[in-house]
């Protein structure tokens, strides 16, 4: 079983940058692949970036370039900085977590955290 907290969302002007970190439980974390998601308002939960437990890291499209993940497995703790945000930025983003293998689906992932909202104004 894993728990995930999720912190560092707030308000922040476009062109600004932001730090989400996920908190885990467990004593298993540094086996599961962990990601984020982010859902906006109106849309469907899409999958931002993930870190498996190789230290390999993948990104959508959208973000390359601008946001990176890692993770300290000391800490049990994910991060994801989040650099040049824009309006379309903004959305609730969730840490999820999954043992083993790479995935880019929600459905995969078996474990959620409550999500922290990211608003970016213009």
């Known amino acids: 079983q894993v728990q995930l907290v999720e912190s560092g969302g707030e308000l922040v002007q476009a062109g600004g940058s932001l730090r989400l970190s996920c908190a885990a439980s467990g004593r298993t974390f540094s086996s599961y692949t962990m990601a984020w998601f982010r859902q906006a308002p109106g849309k469907a939960r899409e999958f931002v970036s993930a870190?498996?437990?190789?230290?390999?890291?993948y990104y959508a499209d959208f973000v390359k370039g601008r946001f990176t993940i890692s993770r300290d497995n000391a800490q049990n703790t994910v991060y994801l900085q989040m650099n040049s945000l824009k309006p379309e930025d903004t959305a609730v983003y969730y840490c999820a977590a999954l043992s083993g293998k790479i995935a880019y689906e929600e459905y995969e992932y078996a474990y959620w955290g409550q999500g922290t909202q990211v608003t970016v104004s213009s």
């Open positions: 870190i498996k437990w190789t230290g390999s890291t």
